[in-house]
């Protein structure tokens, strides 16, 4: 999940240029995703996370009141992703054949639709590329000059996109959520966002929905320390799946098999995939002009399981034109 701390995770008050009635807003992000990747339990099919980038296009307009609703506003993106193959570490877990295990036996197998590479390596999914295609309105219901209180919705469509795929970005279909903003000083801000996400719900459960949370401090630096104004975003990020779903590729290859009670043959055990990922964030960002600003970030898990990635890099541009009130 980052472009203001994920993906997924859109915030009303989060830009340092833009927001204002009757402009233009065009944003370009690039994302990376780096560390490990943890689609099992079983810690030998943790997976170094390389050549994994996502680049964003947007454009968003806000309009200004409408009725009760302050600051109106509505947004397209576009998301193109590339993400490597899914494969274990020789080295550190073994994967046979489909077929390699003695008969009435269960061992570790390149199986259900997984590709054997030989040599012990198994090719779980492969890489893939795609679009995804956002739509995201959001107003503020409370816009004071100390304290906003700003509400989103937001739908996503993918296109060329293997939505079984792991290591794939979040995909949610609906998603919706709230941010808040309180000056609390002049150089400083508590900046407050909430975001769930329904998946591939309710058309399918190839991808868990999720919550997510996050609370930073916004540091504005004093013009005279930098040639041009600045600021970091520090504090915690919380992600969540709210539902579960099973990879079977996975379970033959690093879940134990069981006995049943009883006796009998063993069984193939299955561990779920729900990840919870607790993170810090820092999103610097630099006002080139009032117009024009360069927002960065990074994201590192601390604890947590069944990450797509433990950490997350991301650069970007946003400007904004004013066409008028």
Known sequence: ??????????????????????????????????????????????MKTRGWYEYKLGVGYTFGD????????????????????EKNDPSEWQVGAPGSSPPGTLGSECAAGAKYLGGGECEFHPADTGVIATATV??????????????????????????????????????AGFTTGVEL?????LENSFYLGSGTRPFGKQQNGAAALSTLFDFKARRWLLPWKAG??????????????YDER???????????????????SRDRIRAARFAVAALPYFLVTPHLSVEAGYVQKFFGYDA???????????GLASLGE
């Open 138 to 175: 959001s107003f503020a219901a409370i816009h004071d000059p100390k304290f906003t209180f700003g509400v989103f919705f937001k739908g996503s469509v993918p296109f060329e996109m293997d939505l079984e795929k792991f290591e794939n970005p979040r995909l949610d279909y609906f998603a």
């Open 1 to 46: 999940m980052c472009a203001s701390l994920s993906s997924s995770a859109h915030a009303f008050v989060g830009t340092p240029v833009g927001g204002h009635p009757g402009e233009l807003d065009v944003n370009a992000v690039v994302t990376a995703e780096r560390g490990k990747t943890e689609p099992n339990e079983n810690q030998a099919s943790y």
């Open 232 to 245: 970091v975003k520090l504090g915690p990020y919380v992600e969540g799946d709210i539902h579960e779903r």
């Open 185 to 189: 000083q002049t150089w400083l801000l």
């Open 308 to 318: 797509r990635a433990t950490q997350v890099y991301f650069v970007g541009l946003r």
């Open 250 to 268: 996975y379970d033959r290859a690093f879940s134990p098999s069981v006995l049943p009670q009883g006796g009998g043959p063993p069984e193939q």
């Open 66 to 85: 409408l009725g009760p609703l302050q600051f109106f506003a509505t947004r397209l993106e576009a998301t193109y992703f590339r993400t490597p193959a």
